[in-house]
């Protein structure tokens, strides 16, 4: 760190000093912030004078903490010049806080928080702003506590924090807090075992409104849940039953929502209101029944629950919405950027990411509205955008391309990079646009001008390009797919149309798809898509705000949400956002989410070690430059609770060295409730088994709620690779991609590759898949090895023999058994032969002739192996 002299910059003249220290002191009880109203209480006395002082940083030994507190405006504390930092006073006692002055240096807190702690360890926010301007700050607040400290989180200056005085006025003689009067559990989340119908959910007893219940269904045992947020220390339990009550039961607390303590139990409930005394700590509190007292179910009007002292969760930074941490690798453009300085940033990232499909870094690059000349060329794991509302408020003349040079010109693995949110024109005299790409390469909400260009799925020639996603786009002109074996089309708008086709190309909701005419050409048409929410994206208002803009559902839609049209959906502030960091705790982020924050992931691998919990309703997490969150130490990665309308979106989950019953899990196991007015949705969700190094699941994604949309996705387990990163069967170790337990459940775009056993597992009713591509293992040693039962290996596709409704079209299973090329697949679909359980136009494939699929769908179709390498059926049953 670099020090400065206490004089090295212009300070207050002495005489106004003073001056500002005697008006604060005369008139501490009456100065308040604009529109703030003083309570009438007795003049409050200044405590913290004198007192210990302690800082998490000093620039010198000449700005020390105490400084602060010393009563002499002529001497100041001074950390150092980063983010965040905090300096805490002792008052020795616990008192009740009225007023804190704050006499900032030049170098002042632009966002902070006041807290205030009995302990030095938990703390309450009792103040917080990311609008400070320094000078005198005379703060009125409402608060009790041992300590009190300032917490800053974004400096004003380039320098660090500076104050002259911290002044912390109050009265002493507070006591230890006492049982709460406040329901800590109102309004929050709530999750039952079960509930007898729709409208008894478990939300009911938690709203605060006595005529609305839970109920259960009439079985033993129920019980039900609600996420407090945050620890907090609990002091009593209010059970109001209706009617059917319990007879038996606990009261639980938990940290994690999985492993609970036990703080009250009895087997002699009576019903009526029950007033619990407890003693206990948790984030989360549920009632356990285990013996009912009549024959209906558990039924509760109201679970109140009442806390003591504050929380222990880790602080959550305010976000700035007009100048946003969006972390140090993602660069922000705008049409004042010279563009030699824009063209040697996108330079430096594509000679760096070019072939680094394994490495740690992640990028975004992103462009404010305005007019531009660059060439995008893409490597892994960069993210090209722009921050309009519409793709056409940003206009890059040049180039948004991906090649595959760096492969010799096969595309097959340029995989983990984003083109989102703008418009191309290209060079004079240049017509053809590369998008060489295959899974995990989303080109969204883009507009490629000119009905003269094309664009082009493959590498121009130079070998084979293996799937991709076209999403909300509009192509003036011809999109040519060329050598590209497989692609998925959603709600785009083709000028001059399409030609080519190789495997499987499903065309849905698009404007100017080819003609349906499977397999010769294999192009699947499917005039309207059902159901669907585009995905959400960061952009930039016409005050200089960033925000997040949600599109809102349509259905039965064909083409573009924006192209000659207003997209409907709704617009949130960037400032209801927690930007994550890598390094970031879970426990700091599911604060966050506890206060009701919305998520924006940075670039860069995010390690956990306990599960992202996301409970409130209609909650959006949404990643730059793909955004990585690595479950270590045997954690989940991410649970969302059986709640509306949760937007996950340019996420990558990626599993740990220790094996991961899961990486991330959408609903409680036992879902129930119905979402179909408002579903949750995944847009360009990925996942990793193995890679840059071992990893282990389990199972990848379990979908358990119902009416879940997922909007592109590839889970991937890596059994072949470049040189230098392990694979191996009983390495990467994962046994099933997806798995699907909720009913109505929709996937538009599904890449599931390379699993241990059933690469998808479909037990829920109503099923719905657009668009399948799939790659069976390739590393399996022998036959012995890869066995389910008396069955040659495992089906790609498996739909339980109890689902009675479930549709699927434009399927694509292949073989690469190169370990052993005499292992046989029995078959890639398992499903019910039901009338109701359709599948249209599938393609099985021995790839190159290693190893063989022996039948298409159950024991329907032909087999693919050297002899005959592809394999087409347009219907099941």
């Not at 870094?361 to 660059?374: D, E, H, I, W």
Request: hydrophobic letters at 35%; one cysteine or more; glycine letters at 12%.
């Amino acid at each position: 760190m670099t020090s400065r002299a206490t004089s090295a910059r212009p300070r207050p003249r002495r005489a106004v000093r003073h001056l500002l220290l005697g008006l604060s002191v005369a008139l501490a009880a009456a100065l308040t912030p604009t529109g703030a109203t003083t309570p009438a209480q007795a003049a409050p006395t200044l405590l913290s004078q004198g007192r210990p002082a302690t800082a998490s940083s000093t620039e010198n030994a000449g700005t020390p903490a105490s400084a602060a507190v010393d009563g002499n405006t002529g001497t100041r504390w001074a950390s150092a010049f980063s983010d965040p930092q905090w300096l805490q006073v002792d008052l020795g006692a616990r008192a009740t806080i009225s007023q804190v002055n704050l006499l900032w240096e030049g170098a002042y807190g632009r966002a902070f928080q006041l807290q205030t702690s009995d302990d030095g360890a938990t703390w309450t926010t009792i103040y917080s702003t990311t609008t400070g301007a320094g000078g005198t700050q005379n703060l009125t607040v409402t608060g009790a506590g041992r300590y009190v400290r300032m917490y800053g989180t974004a400096r004003g200056t380039g320098y660090g924090y500076s104050l002259w005085e911290f002044q912390v006025y109050g009265e002493t003689g507070g006591t230890t807090p006492t049982c709460g009067g406040t329901n800590a559990a109102q309004g929050r989340p709530a999750t039952a075992s079960s509930s007898e119908n729709a409208t008894l959910s478990a939300s009911a007893a938690v709203d605060g409104n006595a005529g609305t219940r839970w109920a259960s269904t009439a079985s033993d045992p129920q019980w039900l849940r609600v996420d407090l947020g945050s620890t907090r220390t609990i002091c009593r339990v209010v059970l109001s039953w209706e009617a059917a009550y319990a007879r038996a039961f606990q009261i639980q607390t938990s940290a994690d929502g999985n492993a609970w303590t036990t703080i009250y139990s009895t087997t002699t409930g009576a019903g009526g209101t029950q007033t619990l005394d407890v003693t206990g700590s948790g984030r989360y509190v549920r009632m356990y029944g285990t013996a009912r007292g009549t024959a209906y179910g558990y039924s509760l009007w109201e679970l109140a629950v009442n806390a003591t002292g504050g929380t222990s969760e880790p602080p959550v930074d305010p976000t700035d919405p007009r100048n946003p941490n969006l972390g140090p690798n993602t660069f922000v453009f705008d049409p004042s950027t010279p563009t030699s300085t824009i063209q040697s940033r996108l330079n430096t990232l594509f000679t760096q990411q070019e072939t680094n499909q394994f490495g740690p870094q992640r990028y975004a690059v992103l462009f404010k509205p305005g007019t531009y000349t660059a060439d995008v060329n893409l490597g892994f794991f960069t993210q090209v955008a722009g921050l309009g509302m519409s793709p056409d408020d940003v206009n890059l003349n040049g180039h948004v391309r991906v090649e595959a040079a760096w492969f010799g010109g096969n595309a097959t693995q340029n995989f983990w990079r984003a083109a989102e949110n703008l418009s191309v024109t290209l060079p004079a005299g240049v017509s053809v646009e590369r998008w060489a790409v295959s899974q995990a390469a989303p080109y969204r909400r883009m507009h490629l001008r000119g009905a003269q260009n094309q664009i082009q799925l493959w590498n121009g020639g130079d070998g084979w390009s293996s799937g991709g996603l076209m999403a909300d786009t509009r192509v003036d002109g011809l999109v040519v797919s060329g050598s590209q074996q497989q692609w998925y089309s959603r709600n785009s708008e083709f000028g001059n149309g399409w030609t080519g086709s190789v495997w499987n190309m499903v065309f849905q909701g698009v404007t100017g798809a080819p003609p349906p005419h499977f397999p010769n050409p294999s192009h699947t048409v499917i005039p309207q898509t059902p159901q669907v929410r585009e995905k959400p994206f960061l952009y930039v208002d016409g005050t200089g705000e960033y925000r997040v803009f949600v599109p809102a559902l349509r259905a039965n839609s064909t083409g573009t949400s924006w192209y000659n049209k207003t997209p409907a959906g709704s617009s949130i502030s960037l400032s209801q956002f927690f930007i994550v960091q890598p390094g970031t705790s879970a426990a700091t982020i599911n604060a966050a989410l506890a206060q009701g924050k919305h998520l924006l992931f940075t670039p860069g691998v995010h390690r956990v070690t306990e599960p992202i919990q996301v409970n409130r309703a209609d909650t959006v997490i949404l990643g730059l430059g793909l955004a990585t969150i690595q479950a270590d130490n045997g954690s989940i990665g991410m649970r969302v609770a059986d709640v509306d309308g949760v937007k996950v979106a340019g996420i990558m989950f990626e599993a740990g060295t220790t094996n991961s019953p899961v990486l991330m899990e959408v609903g409680p196991a036992g879902s129930a409730a119905s979402h179909a007015a408002n579903p949750t949705s995944l847009h360009d969700v990925f996942f990793r088994i193995g890679g840059p190094h071992v990893g282990k699941a389990t199972n990848t994604l379990t979908v358990n709620s119902d009416n879940v949309i997922g909007d592109h996705m590839w889970l991937w387990r890596a059994d072949h690779a470049a040189s230098g990163v392990p694979t191996g069967w009983t390495l990467n170790t994962a046994d099933t991609g997806l798995t699907v337990n909720g009913d109505n459940v929709t996937m538009y775009g599904l890449f599931v590759e390379h699993y241990q056993k059933y690469q998808t597992v479909w037990n829920g009713n109503g099923g719905r898949t657009y668009f399948y591509q799939n790659e069976m293992p390739y590393d399996p040693p022998n036959q012995a090895a890869w066995m389910n039962a008396a069955t040659r290996g495992y089906a790609a596709y498996k739909v339980a023999d109890s689902v009675t409704s479930h549709q699927a079209f434009g399927l694509g299973s292949y073989c690469y058994f190169n370990v052993n090329p005499a292992v046989v697949a029995d078959r890639a679909i398992e499903a019910p032969t039901n009338p109701n359980v359709r599948f249209t136009n599938m393609v099985t494939v021995s790839l190159g002739g290693v190893g063989t699929i022996n039948r298409v769908i159950n024991n329907a179709g032909g087999t693919a192996n050297a002899a005959t390498q592809q394999v087409y059926l347009t219907t099941y049953p």
